[in-house]
Nanobody, 122 residues
Framework: QVQLVESGGGLVQAGGSLRLSCAAS????????MGWFRQPPGKEREFVAG????????DYGDSVKGRFTISRDNAKSTVYLQMNSLKPEDTAIYYC???????????????WGRGTQVTVSS
């Protein structure tokens, strides 16, 4: 069993930055692939960023490449998402997740956090 709790969301102006955190409980965190997904209003949930269990490998959705950075601290059982140059289209609920397999898709998620709202004003 893994529990995930996101924090750090809020309201920010376009061009600003936010850092999301996801604190995990459970002994298996350091061996799990971790991902961030988001769900904009009225749209489906989509992949944002993913990181391997060791932190050596990362992957990003096309819309956030060069602006967002995912990282993790296994000693603290926490994964982060640094979001820079935010745009109004980044407005969404952001979810932390543990991801099985080798792809970054929602079907391979076995645990979800409850999400944190990010709103970017123009």
């Amino acid at each position: 069993q893994v529990q995930l709790v996101e924090s750090g969301g809020g309201l920010v102006q376009a061009g600003g930055s936010l850092r999301l955190s996801c604190a995990a409980s459970g002994r298996t965190f350091s061996s799990r692939r971790m991902g961030w997904f988001r769900q904009p209003p009225g749209k489906e949930r989509e992949f944002v960023a993913g990181i391997s269990w060791s932190g050596d490998s990362t992957d990003y959705g096309d819309s956030v490449k060069g602006r967002f950075t995912i990282s993790r601290d296994n000693a603290k059982s926490t994964v982060y998402l640094q979001m820079n140059s935010l745009k109004p289209e980044d407005t969404a609920i952001y979810y932390c997740a543990t991801v099985m397999g080798s792809r970054w898709i929602t079907l391979l998620v076995d645990y979800w956090g409850r999400g944190t709202q990010v709103t970017v004003s123009s």
